[in-house]
């Protein structure tokens, strides 16, 4: 039964179209009438310094632990503060001192705590989403208790928009290409393609036309932040092989901060995440409005 919590807990989260593994998780109104403001900003901050790691995650931990702080006690085991961490734990965790955290660093303080678990989470699975459920585990060892802190932290997630139509076919034409080769050039499905050739087939197959290159791309669709990735956006990279100060790759966001793309010469088209690859150029978003097939 615990199992079947967890992977059901795991099945809520990721239905979220990617939003869980974004740095722009919205919080949803339960989470805005649990945290405490000034808790949800310090959830928020301590998880951007573990790329993957889900502030909501961070707020599951401290709504099962002490209810946001609510209820912080030691424990029968000696944990302590708002996220119940043990004193030695916390000491593996607890530099460098956190803005605004006490110093020396305390696991009493709730900044200290909860920058204290991000780094405790991270270093057991939590970065770039490799593996929450083992990482919240490692935290402390009780399915039941992996798949309680998930649930919170799925229900502490604001529902992803969903992608409009275009954006789906998009995706899924650019999905079923994994293992073309790369070509340059290459605009044919089961022969080849480049990376800009494959973004404007995905679209094509939408019904919406946009241009045949990365930098044309770029310069013609309309930008979107960084940090409102949607499936079906356009993600460009650095550096532009011909025109200086435009991208010159370009790959289909497809949530959970990776991207299916045709890489390079002697790659295929593959799935890749975003985490290894240089930061993003930017962002475009291609819309039915762009532009429809005759």
Known sequence: MVVLLVAAAVACLTTLAGQLFSSDIMPSAQALAEIPVNYLATYQAAAATCPGLPWTVLA?????????????????????GMMQELPSTFAEYANPVPPGGANPPTPLDPTDAI???????????????????????????????????????????????????AAVVAVNYALKQIGTPYRWGGEIPGVGFDCS????????AAGVNIPRTS??????????????????????????????????????????????DAPHTGATVQIDNLADWPTPFGAARPTAATGSTP
């Open 60 to 80: 599951g931990i401290g709504q099962v632990e002490t209810d946001q702080g609510r209820n912080a006690h030691t424990s029968s085991a000696g944990a302590v």
């Open 115 to 165: 920058y204290a678990a991000a780094r405790d989470l991270c270093a057991n699975g939590a970065g770039h989403g490799a593996d929450i459920p083992a990482a919240i585990y490692a935290y402390n060892h009780d399915d039941s208790y992996v798949a309680q802190v998930l649930t919170d932290a799925a229900a502490y997630a604001a529902p992803a928009a969903a992608p409009g139509p």
């Open 197 to 204: 050739g494959l973004t404007q087939a995905a679209y094509a």
């Open 215 to 260: 930098e044309a791309q770029w310069s013609a669709l309309p930008h979107v932040p960084l940090d409102a990735l949607e499936p079906g956006d356009l993600v460009f990279f650095n550096p532009g092989e011909f025109l200086p100060g435009l991208p010159g790759h370009v790959g289909i966001y497809i949530g959970n901060d990776e991207m299916v």
